[in-house]
């Protein structure tokens, strides 16, 4: 089982990105998928994450401006950034809790990191 990030990028401030993330392997079951970020020299932080029956949840600091998605069809979960500021710029993670094929048990899988730079 792995995770695939892609999206990131440069944009100035008030642009918009979107960030995409792919569950694949022997998967029996995804349950919440989540986004983190981390900045230079500071810690790991909970963007957003959704449920498999689709309920979000956000930080404070990114409500209104973030949405998070998924199709479960295609174990996806997806970040729509608008109104980026330059204070979002970071490494965007995801993060799902994934039971694969053959396993009683679920586990946290994370991807990839994806730069996200919000600079004029």
């Known amino acids: 089982v792995q995770l695939q990030a892609s999206g990131g990028g440069s944009v100035q401030p008030g642009g918009s990105l979107r960030l995409s993330c792919a569950a694949s392997?022997?998967?029996?079951?995804?349950?919440?998928m989540s986004w983190y970020r981390q900045a230079p020299g500071k810690q790991r932080e909970l963007v957003a994450h959704i449920t498999n029956g689709g309920s979000p949840n956000y930080a404070d600091s990114v409500k209104g401006r973030f949405t998070v998605s998924r199709d479960n069809a295609k174990n996806t979960v997806y970040l729509q950034m608008i109104s980026l500021k330059p204070e979002d710029t970071a490494v965007y993670y995801c993060?799902?809790?994934?039971?694969?094929?053959?396993?009683?048990?679920?586990?946290?899988?994370w991807g990839q990191g994806t730069q996200v730079t919000v600079s004029s």
């Open positions: 993060n799902a809790e994934i039971r694969p094929i053959n396993s009683l048990w679920s586990y946290t899988y």
């Open positions: 392997g022997s998967i029996s079951w995804v349950d919440v």
